[in-house]
């Protein structure tokens, strides 16, 4: 099984910084590979996949980077509606796995 | 509109059975496959299962193997979770989740259902 470790596991930023997201993968799943945002009381929704690209409504303020074993997931300058809880996934190999999770809060 | 609604969560004793139903509308069901996210209270996100479009190839989570089954209707444009043998380990909200054609990140969540194994 791939293991995902995500750092750190909470963020602690202020509006209009900049926020940087870490996972790597315990082998190597080349960029078969996503992010996801989570707010309380609600389902995952897609940000990033294919490590890089950003999914459909997704604002430019979210950037993904990496391949392999390392990634980051960028937020240029947090807005209040980003204050949530990021999961990195890989989906190279069977069984799928999600990373911890790393909370983004103020 | 495009979503997933999830339904058949609930309380149940461990050692019992539950089937959770997924009911995708606004899109193409049959062309997308399918899978099977819980999150247990407080905890984070754990793949269950996941259906294959097309060839309806299946796959589990080596904790669920065995005592659960993954199925679908594209008549219906549904996906069936049967669990059976539930442990309270079970217990978490389950999401339904839709991944674009060969590949298995998620694009599109339903909102999930409760299931709870308790006595």
């Known amino acids: 099984e791939i293991v995902m470790t995500q750092s750190p596991a909470t963020l602690s930023v202020s509006p209009g910084e900049r926020a940087t997201l870490s996972c790597r993968a315990s082998?190597?799943?080349?960029?078969?590979f996503a992010w996801y945002q989570q707010k309380p009381g609600q389902a995952p929704r897609l940000l990033i996949y294919a490590a890089s690209t950003r999914a459909t409504g997704v604002p430019a303020r979210f950037s993904g980077s990496g391949s392999g074993t390392e990634f980051t997931l960028t937020i240029s300058s947090l807005q209040s509606e980003d204050f949530a809880v990021y999961y990195c996934?890989?989906?190279?190999?069977?069984?799928?796995?999600f990373g911890q999770g790393t909370k983004v809060e103020i | 509109e495009v979503q997933l609604v999830e339904s058949g969560g609930g309380l149940v004793n461990p050692g019992g059975s539950l089937r959770l139903s997924c009911v995708a509308s606004?899109?193409?069901?049959?062309?997308?496959?399918m899978t099977w996210v819980r999150q247990a209270p407080g905890k984070g996100l754990e793949w269950v299962s996941s259906m294959r479009a097309g060839n309806n190839d299946i796959f589990y989570a080596d904790s669920v193997k065995g005592r659960f089954t993954i199925s679908r209707d594209n008549s219906q444009n549904s996906l069936f979770l049967q669990m059976s043998y539930l442990r309270a380990e079970d217990t978490a909200v389950y999401y339904c989740a839709r991944a674009p054609a060969d590949y298995w990140y998620f694009d599109l969540w339903g909102r999930g259902t409760l299931v709870t194994v308790s006595s």
């Open positions: 082998q190597s799943v080349t960029t078969n």
């Open positions: 996934h890989q989906h190279n190999m069977w069984p799928l796995t």
């Open positions: 606004g899109f193409s069901f049959s062309s997308y496959s």
